[in-house]
């Protein structure tokens, strides 16, 4: 098993900054790929950004792709997303979660944290 919580959501304007983080707990963090996922209201969950085991393959959505960025830090078993030049369409909760292989699905999933981007 594998716990994930996100932090550092919060209320900011079109055109800030914000880093999220997920914290896991459990099994050996680094034996993970992580991804982060957003759902805004009324719409479906959608893809952001995900990264490898070691943090040398990382992957974007279109939508974010020049503005946000993913890292992670096995030694601290956190994984974060920093947003650039947020738009009010960035608004959302934004999940992380962990797969055991990118591509076959991702099998933990934390709680999620509330994004907002005022315009």
């Known amino acids: 098993q594998v716990q994930l919580v996100e932090s550092g959501g919060g209320l900011v304007q079109a055109g800030d900054s914000l880093r999220i983080s997920c914290a896991a707990s459990?099994?050996?963090?680094?034996?993970?790929?992580m991804g982060w996922f957003r759902q805004a209201p009324g719409k479906e969950r959608e893809f952001v950004t995900a990264?490898?085991?070691?943090?040398?393959?990382?992957y974007y959505a279109d939508s974010v792709k020049g503005r946000f960025t993913i890292s992670r830090d096995n030694a601290k078993n956190t994984v974060y997303l920093q947003m650039n030049s947020l738009k009010p369409e960035d608004t959302g909760v934004y999940y992380c979660?962990?797969?055991?292989?990118?591509?076959?699905?991702?099998?933990?999933w934390g709680q999620g944290t509330q994004v907002t981007v005022s315009s």
């Open positions: 979660a962990a797969a055991t292989l990118l591509g076959h699905g991702y099998d933990y």
């Open positions: 459990g099994r050996t963090f680094s034996a993970y790929a």
């Open positions: 990264i490898n085991w070691s943090g040398g393959n990382t």
